[in-house]
């Protein structure tokens, strides 16, 4: 019976000091930092990619860009825009795309135009494993990479 006591005590314990480590942290979970990372969308608001077609997403420590099938994209973290926080925010203020039309495959330039509005959209990130999530601000995930070599 003391024993199972000391069990009991040592579990409470163990939660009460999860619990102080989350609030400190302000109660959200931490998130890595995305600088030096490259990936590589698998979804798309919640939907897959047409067929042969990619879209990458890489960060830096002074911008972050990527190449979609026909078109790149990016933007400065120094001229404030994007901001990737360990807290898990995202901020994507501006992007620049270049302008290439492409008919083919079918649906390439909608699915790069869904692409861009749901990262305008993107209000914060975490990181699963290999795999990161991009959501908006009602939790929504948007867009799902899993991370490139």
């Avoid at 600088?35 to 798309?44: D, F």
Wanted: charged fraction near 20%; include cysteine; proline fraction near 2%.
């Amino acid at each position: 019976m003391a024993r199972q006591k000391q069990t009991i005590l040592v579990l409470v314990v163990l939660v009460l000091a999860s619990l102080v480590g989350a609030c400190k942290a302000g109660g959200k979970p931490t998130q890595p930092d995305l600088v030096g990372t490259k990936w590589t969308l698998t979804s798309l608001d919640s939907g897959s990619l047409i067929e042969d077609t990619e879209i990458t997403l890489y960060f830096e420590e002074t911008h972050l860009g990527g190449a979609m099938t026909c078109n790149g994209y990016g933007g400065g973290r120094d001229s404030g825009k994007y901001a990737a926080k360990g807290d898990g925010t995202l901020t994507i203020l501006q992007l620049a795309v270049t302008v290439q039309l492409f008919s083919s495959p079918e649906g390439i330039m909608e699915q790069e135009a869904a692409y861009i509005e749901a990262f305008h959209n993107a209000t914060t990130y975490r990181v699963i494993d290999e795999r990161l999530e991009i959501a908006d601000a009602s939790g929504e995930t948007l867009l799902v990479y899993t991370r490139a070599e």
